[in-house]
C-alpha cells in the first residue's frame, strides 16, 4: 500500500513527544564514549504523524535531531470520531500491533511506544496490543505502517467510483 506522504506546512502546529532514549557507550583506548539516540514521534493531534532518531553526543540535541527527522517523513492518518476506521494488523521486524477501534469514552488503551503514536496522531478511543518485540523502535514503526494503511469509507468509495452508501450496502 502506498503511504499517504504529507508536506509541512506552516500553519500545521506539529507536538514533539519523546518516546525512548538509548545511552550508546563506545569504548576506545582514549576511554569511554556515550552518546544517545532519541526515537521521536511528531504530531499534529488531527491525523498527521511522522517519527525520527536523532543521534549525539547530548541528550537534548539528539531530541532536536530527532524532531528534525520526524517532520521529513509526515504521513496522513484517517480518524473517525476519535477513533481508528477498523481493526488492522502490522508488522514491522519483530514487532506485531493490533488496533481496534473502541466506543466513545473507552480512552488510548495501549502501552509504551504504541500510546505515544497513537496520542501523537489525535487517537482518543482505541483498544491496542502490542505482540512479539516490545523494541520501541520497531514497535513505533509497526504502529504507523498499522496507521497508515488504514482507509475511511469515503476513499474506498472514492477509489472504487461508486456511493457511499453502496459502499455499505453492497
Known amino acids: 500500500m ?13 507536538k514533539d513527544r519523546l518516546v525512548a532514549i538509548n545511552r550508546v557507550t563506545k569504548v576506545t583506548k582514549g ?35 530527532g524532531v528534525e527527522a520526524a517532520k521529513k517523513n509526515l504521513v496522513k492518518v484517517p480518524i473517525l470520531k476519535g477513533t481508528v476506521p477498523h481493526e488492522i494488523e502490522a508488522t514491522f521486524g519483530g514487532a506485531q500491533v493490533f488496533l481496534k477501534p473502541a466506543a466513545a469514552g473507552t480512552g488510548l488503551v495501549a502501552g509504551g511506544a504504541m500510546r505515544a503514536v497513537l496520542e501523537s496522531v489525535g487517537v482518543k478511543d482505541v ?44
Open 2 to 14: 502506498a503511504m499517504n506522504k504529507v508536506k509541512i506546512n506552516s500553519d500545521v502546529e506539529l
Open 31 to 65: 576511554g569511554r564514549t556515550f552518546t544517545f539516540a532519541a526515537i521521536v514521534v511528531v504530531g499534529d493531534g488531527n491525523g498527521i504523524i511522522g517519527w525520527g532518531l536523532g543521534k549525539a553526543g547530548e541528550v537534548t540535541a539528539a531530541i532536536s535531531k
Open 127 to 170: 483498544l491496542a496490543k502490542s505482540k512479539g518485540s516490545s523494541n520501541p523502535h520497531n514497535l513505533v514503526k509497526a504502529t504507523i505502517v498499522a496507521l497508515s494503511q488504514m482507509r475511511d469509507a469515503y476513499t474506498i468509495a472514492k477509489t472504487r467510483g461508486i456511493s457511499l452508501d453502496k459502499v455499505f450496502r453492497g
